[in-house]
């Protein structure tokens, strides 16, 4: 199991983002005022800069939109995965996602653009929070 970098602690903009992913909810929000997905949480709308937002759960499916595979890291809770994806994930709802796509062998060979994938939260030994990471469908 990784033990990827966790958050101190949430902050108050992220903190329902994290608490969704402990109950394995991919959380997002949207503008009330121009009704735009907000992702990544913030405090204030992206868009026209609105403080009324609400919390949304995705239903964590989406597609491949871009990749890249690392080869080796030393960075401490990514050396032992050995080759990974990451990837920006475009989610059904409409937010764009920079995240992991887990595959079992080569993901030179087995991670696509516009593959569809779903989300699952991956439990880390070193932390309360579990990261949501994506496997194809």
């Not at 994930?89 to 595959?103: A, K, Q, S």
């Not at 439990?123 to 949501?132: I, L, T």
Request: aromatic share 12%.
């Amino acid at each position: 199991m990784a033990n990827r970098p966790q958050p101190h602690f949430p902050e108050p903009d992220t903190k329902h983002f994290w608490e969704g992913a402990q109950a394995g909810e991919l959380r997002y929000q949207t503008c009330n005022d121009c009704k735009k997905v907000n992702f990544y949480p913030t405090a204030h709308c992206q868009n026209c800069g609105s403080s009324s937002l609400s919390w949304n759960v995705s239903k964590g499916e989406g597609e491949v939109y871009t990749f890249s595979v690392v080869m080796q890291n030393r960075i401490p809770g990514f050396q032992e995965l050995g080759a990974y994806a990451i990837a920006y994930v475009d989610l059904d709802e409409g937010f764009r996602m920079l995240t992991n796509v887990l595959v079992d062998g080569d993901p030179t060979q087995l991670v696509k653009i516009g593959q569809r994938v779903k989300v699952e939260f991956e439990k880390q030994d070193s932390g309360e929070y579990p990261v949501p990471v994506f496997r194809p469908i």
